[in-house]
């Protein structure tokens, strides 16, 4: 029988794109279709065309919903896939708010590019729109956590609980014999608002990222910073903004706050919810409450802490109001979205802070804060950064490396080799070493496009 081979295409030594192709006897299924992020080269990957052919593809399964691992479904699709795309019920419904997201910018950038362009003859297209989101939502599958699935003929899969955002699982390939497990992204323990990632007993190869494979997060109580960076903010008479990742983060940083103001410790300042997507998302945490550790109740009283903010004008508005505030903004890394304005607003005053609670890829301007940029290009032009800069990665949605190791413990034993995928190169060399030396394990660092075959 042919044995099954495993090949990156993408997220192998970067930690966007994540795209990880099997093959059997003539059969091909990819799991996560996500798009490149961060610098110029990288996202310009986005373009090359796939060493394979999108309508020969004969299923794809997502671990979760965010972007470097949905976002490029809906060129895949453009490219002829008329297969089913399998994902959690919760997954499927994130994934909707930010494939439409993702096509509005995408049309919106192509736009742009035209408009700054003098020669009409050769006209910039988006890498897809808004029709092609609406066909791949059109070939999403859902399945519940735990529930053996074919995802294509003589395989089958379950998702498991990863944590890290709503709907977010690992999942198991049981396919010509061999099982194969990816992480998809991990979640921390003792997540206030989402479960911890749960245990895989048994596979016989692993493909695990490493985001922070480097890292350890430090013992600092999230909520307790928080406190601190607000009122100290509060008191110089400054606003506080916040570039938050729409799904997942807006949601914890309301859940530290509503904390603080139960306890009567959160300055009277409002809270400005400003993201059409992360209001959207919030509202999934109703309609999916099995998927998060919040009962309805704590959930509305949460939400009844913050002014939400859809309309631009509103948006506008509050850059404009001097008064000291709250404002939760995407994009997480202030790659675009309307985070922008309010740094262009007040990134300038001493007074203010800004505050960074994720991972910061490369090249985005939420990088360049954490490393001390004094400068900020926001609309063309260099805007002075005088705002104070707190770093909260306590908050991110990522197991750290003590995190991983605990999740890796959970496989009765070590699997035949562990693919590391989904970090930057000093982040996955750490964990290797770690898994290689401390563990005894098989640990490589697959290159993109290189096939390994499973026996
Ligand atoms: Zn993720």
Redesign the pocket.
């Known amino acids: 029988m042919a044995s099954l081979s495993f090949t990156s295409l993408g997220a192998a030594g970067t930690v966007t794109g994540s795209k990880h192709l099997l093959q059997h006897d003539g059969r091909s299924l990819l799991v996560d279709c996500g798009l490149f992020q961060g610098i110029k080269n990288l996202r310009e990957a986005n373009w090359r065309p796939l060493p394979i052919d999108a309508a020969a593809l004969d299923a794809v399964v997502i671990t ?1 919903a ?1 972007l ?2 949905t976002g490029y479904l809906p060129r895949l699709i453009r490219d002829g896939f008329r297969g089913p795309i399998y994902a959690t019920p919760a997954t499927r419904d994130v994934a909707e708010i930010i494939l439409r997201d993702s096509a509005h910018l995408q049309e919106r950038e192509a736009a742009l590019s035209n408009k700054h362009r003098s020669t009409r003859h050769d006209p910039a297209r988006p890498l897809y729109d808004v029709h092609d989101v609406e066909q791949t939502l059109e070939q999403f599958r859902t399945k519940p956590a735990h529930k053996r699935f074919a995802p294509v003929l003589d395989a089958a899969a379950r998702y498991r609980g990863a944590g ?2 709503l709907g ?1 699982a690992t999942v198991e390939i049981e396919w010509g014999g061999v099982t194969v497990a990816f992480s998809g ?1 991990l979640g921390r323990y003792d997540d206030p608002l989402m479960y911890d990632p749960e245990p895989i007993p048994r596979a016989d190869y692993l493909v695990c990222e490493s985001t922070y494979g480097d890292r350890l997060r430090d013992d600092l109580d999230p909520a307790a910073e928080l406190l601190r960076v607000v009122t100290e903010t509060v008191a110089r008479g400054g606003t506080i903004v916040i570039p938050a990742f729409a799904v997942g983060r807006t949601q914890m940083i309301l859940y530290y706050l509503w904390m603080l103001r139960r306890d009567g410790l959160l300055p009277e300042v409002p809270i400005y919810v400003d993201s059409p997507m992360a209001i959207n998302a919030g509202e999934l945490m109703r309609s999916h409450p099995a998927a998060h550790r919040l009962d309805a109740a704590h959930t509305n009283e949460m939400f009844a802490i913050a002014e939400y903010v859809r309309d631009p004008e509103a948006s506008k508005a509050i850059s404009a109001d001097r008064k000291p505030k709250i404002i939760l903004s995407a994009s997480g890394m202030a790659t675009g979205g309307r985070v922008l304005h309010h740094l262009a607003a007040f990134g300038p005053g001493s007074q203010n802070t800004v505050v960074l609670v994720g991972y910061q890829a490369v090249g985005t301007r939420g990088r360049s804060l954490a490393d001390g940029a004094r400068y900020l290009k926001l609309y063309g032009e260099w805007i002075p950064m005088r705002a104070r800069i707190e770093d909260l990665h306590m908050m991110s ?1 990522h197991a750290d490396a003590d995190e991983l190791v605990r999740w890796m413990g959970g496989f009765e034993r070590a699997p035949r080799r562990t693919f590391l995928v989904h970090g930057e190169p000093n982040a996955t060399e750490a964990l290797r070493h770690r898994l290689d030396h401390d563990l005894g394990w098989r640990a490589v660092v697959p290159k993109q496009h290189q096939t390994f075959e499973l026996t």
């Open positions: 979760h965010h470097d691992h890290h955002i977010a992204d949605a």
